[in-house]
């Protein structure tokens, strides 16, 4: 069974650091792995999207890794501001035989500190 | 220019009434979704469709029904609500068919469905 997991649940992280979000997946079979945003009573943004050939991508401050043996990927935030303050959610697109299957971590809750 | 919309964005009703939720995108993608968000914050694919095929998430109830009138909107209807379907939902679609590839996701905002 895939299944997508994120720790830490929630994270709150002074001003200006640098930190690292975990997204892990049980299946390395996978088309591609994508990181959202979700501000409250908002929809997703999409921030970063890795296909399964690709190691990383970067866009701003942002840089997402992907290390599909292990099953891991990581989304780097550099610099951090307050109004990176959002839930960050992962979501694997899995190989399936016929199906499109794409399944989502339950997400970091980040909060910035002033 | 909003790229996917989705209406209403709040929507209150009573058990067993049937609502519809509205979803059109102007990206001309050729798949659109729609995903669950529980109180957990936990989303879920409900259905995937484009003109030609529909691929629904096997634990859907079938009171849960998509329809297409046309390749821009996919609009969800659901029949004899119950108290466990309070959870926002959300429309997304992508530009690839349902055969994966490596376009993104984009998302609505969601609509938040409060059953009473």
């Known amino acids: 069974k895939q299944e997508v997991t994120q720790i830490p649940a929630a994270l709150s992280v002074p001003e200006g650091e640098n930190l690292v979000l975990n997204c892990s997946f049980t299946?390395?079979?996978?088309?591609?792995l994508q990181w959202f945003r979700q501000d409250p009573g908002k929809g997703l943004t999409s921030l970063l999207l890795?296909?399964?050939?690709?190691r990383e991508q970067t866009s701003g401050r942002l840089n997402a890794s992907l290390d599909k043996s292990s099953g891991r990927s990581t989304l780097y935030i550099a610099a951090s501001q307050p109004g990176d303050s959002a839930t960050y959610l992962c979501?694997?697109?899995?190989?399936?035989?016929?199906?499109?299957?794409?399944?989502f971590g339950k997400g970091t809750r980040l909060h910035i500190l002033p | 220019d909003t790229a996917v919309s989705q209406t209403p964005k709040y929507l209150v009703t009573q058990m067993g009434n049937d609502k519809s939720i509205k979803c059109e995108q102007n990206?001309?993608?050729?798949?659109m979704y729609w995903y669950k968000q529980d109180s957990k914050k936990f989303l879920k694919i409900m259905f995937s469709?484009?003109?030609?095929?529909?691929?629904i998430n096997e634990t859907v109830p079938n009171r849960f029904s998509p329809k297409s009138p046309d390749k821009a909107h996919l609009n969800l209807h659901i029949n004899s609500l119950e108290l466990g379907d309070s959870a926002v939902y959300f429309c997304?679609?992508?530009?690839?068919?349902?055969?994966?590839?490596?376009?993104?996701?984009?998302f609505g905002s969601g609509t938040q469905l409060s059953v009473l």
């Open positions: 469709y484009n003109n030609k095929e529909l691929i």
């Open positions: 299946d390395s079979a996978i088309y591609n």
């Open positions: 979501a694997v697109r899995f190989l399936m035989n016929r199906d499109d299957k794409i399944i």
């Open positions: 890795i296909q399964s050939s690709q």
């Open positions: 990206l001309g993608h050729d798949t």
């Open positions: 997304a679609s992508s530009p690839e068919g349902l055969r994966p590839g490596s376009e993104k996701l984009f």
